[in-house]
């Protein structure tokens, strides 16, 4: 009984950071792989497909017989979400990864919330209440991530830790990370614009969820349409053989371990874990994945760390805390399950609402956790 107990107290949080550990390495992957010259939309194409294979079975053993039909507003929903989040949002963030680093790329990926949070204010899906603690702690927030951004993009600095003196694994040419010709300033504009697309996905997926409330069948339905538009679009851009050959190489090991471990496991847990902890949860933890990918360039790969990037580091992640901590201060959907809502069968109605306010359906991220930040479901249904 105490192990149980003791389970359901830390399993949510040992299983976040299995996920944070699996996005670390996933970027890391990612970035080995795209400085071999791997076609991007292959990889996200035979990466989707199988996330898509792999999340089914959860689709149709966990949610048979749910009644939610397939209408065509429905499928329109999923095909802006695959097209926003996946064909545009990851697409242009493995290119800005290509172009710079995989700490500087996650450090853009952790303000996903703010400018989701950003675009809601502007799309009046969400108000802004600057009299009250929330909403000024959230400003404050919002504020420091995105001078964290700004200085991490201007400013380099002295290098603190130099990665040529404390790398420990020398890698041949053909898989370094190095960069030979870097063109930060081209990586920043896609990695923009790649939180951007981010930020409108967000918001696209609560309309998805609202008029489609089965999660396992709205990730796995995106995927697949993810992989089909991101295949028309490779062989619209490339139709080389050799860009599509799989082989017996690291992009196979990369398409597997994303597909398996960063899809659907990683979806899994986030699933569990929000139903015990609540939708901001994940979220707190994604600053892990960022040290744990600083570490490793610094140590293994042989990347400077630089007081620019620390500095920008730290305020982001201060100002994601904050925002976090406003975003969840007095929400009602903030709160564990209740135990009607986590019983095989029971209250199955409450359970699908819940399902709906927690919005945790896109598992499809390079690394950041995939809920809704700055969005109150039942906010807007008290709109429509």
């Given at each position: 009984m105490n192990c149980k107990k003791l389970f359901n107290g830390s399993g949510p949080l040992m299983g976040m950071i299995m996920v944070q550990v699996i996005s670390t390495g996933l970027q890391i992957l990612s970035k080995l792989i795209l400085t071999q010259g791997v076609f991007i939309f292959a990889l996200m194409s035979y990466r989707h497909l199988l996330a898509a294979i792999c999340i089914a079975p959860f689709a149709f053993y966990l949610e048979r017989g749910n009644g939610v039909k397939l209408t065509l507003m429905v499928g329109v929903w999923i095909f802006l979400s695959s097209l926003s989040g996946i064909t545009m949002g990851m697409g242009m963030f493995y290119y800005g990864l290509r172009d710079t680093t995989a700490t500087y790329a996650t450090n853009f990926l952790n303000l996903i919330p703010v400018v989701t949070f950003i675009l809601s204010i502007i799309t009046r899906t969400e108000k802004l209440n600057l009299k009250n603690t929330r909403g000024k702690v959230?400003?404050?927030?919002?504020?420091?991530?995105l001078a964290g951004a700004i200085i991490i993009s201007l400013y380099h600095g002295k290098i603190i830790i130099s990665g040529n003196d404390h790398v420990l694994i020398h890698l041949p040419t053909s898989t370094a990370t190095k960069i030979v010709n870097p063109d930060w300033t081209r990586g920043t504009i896609i990695l923009v614009a790649s939180i951007s697309s981010y930020a409108t996905w967000f918001i696209v997926q609560v309309k998805l969820l609202t008029a489609f409330p089965s999660k396992y069948w709205a990730t796995m339905l995106t995927c697949l349409s993810a992989s089909i538009q991101t295949a028309i679009m490779g062989v619209c851009l490339d139709r080389r053989m050799s860009s599509w050959k799989l082989g017996l190489n690291l992009q196979?090991?990369?398409i597997v371990y994303s597909g398996v471990l960063a899809s659907?496991?990683?979806?899994?847990?986030i699933s569990w874990a929000v139903s015990r902890r609540g939708p901001t949860f994940p979220a707190m933890l994604n600053p892990?994945?960022?040290i744990f990918i600083a570490i490793i360039e610094v140590i293994f790969l042989g990347e400077d760390l630089k007081i620019g990037s620390l500095l920008g580091m730290v305020m982001i992640i201060m100002g994601l805390y904050a925002f976090l901590?406003?975003?969840s201060k007095g929400k009602k959907t903030e709160s564990p399950l209740p135990k009607s809502?986590?019983?095989?069968g029971e209250a199955s109605t409450k359970s699908s609402d819940l399902g709906r306010s927690q919005l945790c359906s896109a598992t499809v991220v390079p690394t950041a956790s995939p809920v809704i930040h700055g969005f109150d479901y039942d906010d807007e249904q008290q709109r429509t």
């Open positions: 959230k400003i404050i927030g919002t504020m420091s991530c196979l090991v990369t659907a496991v990683s979806f899994c847990l892990l994945s960022l901590w406003g975003s809502a986590k019983g095989e």
